[in-house]
């Protein structure tokens, strides 16, 4: 009896590692970040590690100052090297190693590796790390008073229109909820709305927006965003408010197909004009034949007789005693009166005496 216990004791701790909930509690652990060392001097390296992030997922790793794991990275981007920063891809099961060159940052430390996702739903974790030689500072103080939070997803409001799918600048309106969990009331916030495309850290632009939130009261905000003209891609929006990235928004840009057609048309267009035009030039300097005289010609059937050539063609057609006596006009000089059809007085008729002497 001994062993059917155990055997349905392991049978039922093999269920319970199975089912949805552990499975699904395993799947909700956030990702985490592992360095092979906690401390280095600028122009040395270390091996990032980690695990729990989404498979196949493109991360940016950077050393950032004045942060710490609890609150993040304080200064966004800004305060991070920037130009040192690597980009991994995960594996099918959320994991990645990568070596990272030790820089500087551009703040004091305390310093943390930063490693956050660049495209899709965003997550992010620190690691606390040491660059020797470089300088240290307390974090700065928060300010007392008012304190702004985001209480619901950012979205992206509005469409692309036909002017954008010639080139015009994509245009989007920044939509979100925030709450003043401080004391004191906040007037008139300053927000900084980024933009970044793909790894590169984003360009920050000020927008203030005017009202006052009362502490523990919300109200919605709406900031508009603007990129390049005739840019297309994977886009990044990023809301910073008191130093600190609140929220971050992806946004696809469509291709401007509008501009390819239109380069497409000015290939084929531009160059048939410059033919056409090239043929005018040619067919205006071009010396000119001089133009021929065209001389009486006999109808078509007299031009077909069988046995004419081409030279006596033309000899009969200019010489005017090709003419039959008969049709020869009165005033011709060769002949007297009216001429008649030939008959039997002929001189040359055999019948017809000849005179001999004078009448």
């Known amino acids: 009896m001994s062993v059917k216990v155990r ?15 552990a499975t699904a509690s395993a799947a909700d652990d956030p990702p985490s970040v592992k360095l092979s060392k906690a401390q280095a001097g600028t122009g040395g390296s270390i091996t990032v590690t980690g695990s729990g992030w989404r498979p196949r997922a493109l991360l940016m790793l950077l050393i950032c100052g004045q942060s710490v794991p609890s609150t993040g990275v304080t200064g966004g981007t800004n305060s991070c090297a920037n130009a040192d920063g690597r980009a991994v891809t995960t594996d099918a099961e959320g994991r990645f190693s990568r070596k990272l060159p030790v820089a500087e940052p551009p703040v004091p430390c305390p310093c943390v590796v930063h490693v956050a996702t660049v495209t899709g739903a965003k997550a992010e974790a620190d690691a606390i790390f040491q660059v020797a030689g470089h300088a240290v500072e307390p974090l700065p103080a928060e300010p007392a008073g008012g304190r702004l939070s985001v209480l619901t997803d950012t979205r992206l409001d509005g469409s692309s229109g036909l002017l954008t799918w010639f080139g015009a600048p994509p245009t989007r309106t920044l939509v979100f909820t925030v709450g003043n969990v401080g004391t004191s009331a906040v007037k008139n916030p300053l927000f900084q709305v980024g933009t970044s495309h793909g790894v590169f850290a984003p360009q920050w632009e000020e927008q203030q927006w005017r009202g006052t939130i009362q502490p523990g009261r919300k109200a919605r905000i709406e900031l508009p965003v603007e990129l390049a003209a005739g840019a297309h891609g994977d886009y990044t929006v990023s809301l910073k408010y008191g130093g600190k990235v609140m929220a971050e928004q992806p946004w696809g840009v469509g291709r401007p197909w509008g501009v390819t057609l239109f380069w497409i048309l000015v ?24 133009a021929r005289r065209r001389g009486l010609r006999l109808p078509e059937v007299a031009l077909r007789l069988p046995g004419l050539r081409p030279r006596e063609e033309a000899r009969h057609a200019a010489s005017p005693s090709s003419t039959l006596p008969w049709f020869t006009p009165d005033n011709d000089p060769g002949t007297a009166g009216r001429l008649s059809a030939p008959h039997d007085d002929s001189p040359t008729s055999p019948t017809t005496p000849t005179r001999k002497g004078p009448p």
């Open 7 to 21: 055997i349905v004791v392991a049978l039922l701790a093999a269920l319970v590692l199975l089912s949805p909930t």
């Open 267 to 290: 290939g084929l267009v531009v160059p048939a004009a410059l033919f056409r035009v090239g043929m005018a030039v040619v067919d205006r300097i071009r010396p000119r034949q001089p």
